[in-house]
């Protein structure tokens, strides 16, 4: 099966293409990055605790001709994230692109959020993104090549209501990103981060609790705050991972420690 609209990048660019490793790979976000990245003739490794979802979602990349392979990780565990990227590498090949994307979503006012709801937002949204981090990026410096991109969210530089651990996670991702994009960049390694806003995930649907949701994720909610989205629409999960395939792409050589904010202009541009 051919997908003409990705066979535009040239042959010199896939000569030097490798493997991309993508976290959070079994739905939502994570998901459509592995496709599109897969469609751009990426071999991928799809990284993610859900293994059933995640066997699903690999299947139907491969059954359209795509060159993914599932690897079942908890990136919680440092050990099993070590023990995971070398599995990768001894099967795939040298990782050259990682993306974070594995997160989960704990809502709830700060008075009343438990201890446990706080300590699962960082495991996974901050903890786990220094793992795979830390795993991926000490086998590229070597190699001296190697682009990062973080999924993070539009709510780590806005406050919402009820989101104040999910929030301050993806600042703390952020600035992780971007501290280590620093540290990496004399190796060649570029860090990047994609902020996406309301996408289409069961993430966000989660969050609707009657047959109004769609409306109000448009058109804000001015006693919690949140303006609506300017561009009268939620965003699609591939208009995230165009953003992040981008980023990962020689079309970004040049740019690395920045922070693209994709949410169709819901935080007005800050």
């Known amino acids: 099966m051919s997908f003409p609209r990705r066979r535009r990048l040239d042959e010199r660019r896939r000569e030097r293409v490798m493997v991309a490793l993508v976290t959070g790979a079994a ?78 979503l704990r809502v709830g006012e700060v008075r009343t959020l438990s201890d446990d709801d706080w300590a699962a937002t960082f495991a996974v949204n901050v903890t786990g993104v220094f793992h795979v981090s830390r795993a991926v990026v000490n086998r590229m410096a070597p190699r001296r090549a190697g682009a990062v991109v973080t999924v993070a969210s539009n709510a780590a530089h806005t406050a919402r209501v009820g989101m104040s651990a999910y929030g301050a996670s993806k600042a703390a991702v952020t600035m992780f990103t971007k501290n280590l994009g620093l540290e990496v960049a004399r190796y060649g390694i570029r860090c990047n981060v994609v902020a996406p806003g309301s996408t289409d995930t069961p993430m966000l649907t989660a969050l609707w609790h009657d047959g109004d949701g769609h409306r109000a994720s448009i058109e804000g909610a001015p006693d919690l705050y949140r303006t609506g989205i300017p561009l009268r629409k939620i965003a699609r999960p591939a208009d995230i991972a165009e953003a992040v395939a981008f980023l990962l792409s020689e079309r970004a050589g040049h740019i690395t420690m920045q922070h693209l904010t994709v949410d169709g202009g819901a935080t007005l541009g800050a």
């Open 27 to 104: 739905g939502g976000i994570g998901a459509e990055v592995a496709r599109v990245l897969a469609e751009d003739g990426v071999p991928v490794a799809a990284v993610d605790r859900d293994t059933d979802a995640l066997r699903t979602v690999v299947g139907k990349l491969v059954a359209d001709g795509l060159e993914a392979v599932a690897f079942a990780a908890d990136v919680t565990s440092a050990a099993r994230v070590e023990a995971v990227v070398d599995e990768v590498e001894r099967r795939l090949g040298p990782i050259d692109r990682l993306v974070n994307a594995a997160g989960v």
